[in-house]
């Protein structure tokens, strides 16, 4: 069965910095991609960063030059590390796997969430 864990999320100021970090335990036949994704109270989630196995990540335009995304394959874990933090960036963040079936088949799997508040 695979899991995800997600650690690192806590309070902090604005301009401060925090690295969260997911942990990967389980089977995975072959992994397409790794990814963060927030949601904020009364928003939808969105996609904060991702990084395609073989490829460079990407990344949501609000985050850019703030946060980075990194793999750790031997490990299995995935790490978002973000800076000059805003009380806009203010939500529960979830990493998820996204595990290839086929060539045109992903399954997704999620990690239950941290939660990240930036307040003074």
């Known amino acids: 069965q695979v899991r995800l864990v997600e650690s690192g999320g806590g309070l902090v100021q604005p301009g401060g910095s925090l690295r969260l970090s997911c942990v990967v335990s389980?089977?995975?036949?072959?992994?397409?991609?790794m990814a963060w994704h927030r949601q904020a109270p009364g928003k939808e989630r969105e996609l904060v960063a991702t990084?395609?196995?073989?490829?460079?990540?990407t990344y949501a335009d609000s985050v850019k030059g703030r946060f980075t995304i990194s793999r750790d394959s031997a490990k299995n874990t995935v790490s978002l590390q973000m800076n000059s933090l805003k009380p806009e960036d203010t939500a529960v963040y979830y990493c998820?796997?996204?595990?290839?079936?086929?060539?045109?088949?992903?399954?997704?799997?999620w990690g239950q969430g941290t939660q990240v508040t930036v307040s003074s």
């Open positions: 998820n796997v996204d595990e290839r079936l086929s060539d045109a088949t992903v399954r997704r799997f």
């Open positions: 389980g089977n995975i036949f072959s992994i397409h991609a």
């Open positions: 990084i395609p196995s073989g490829s460079l990540p």
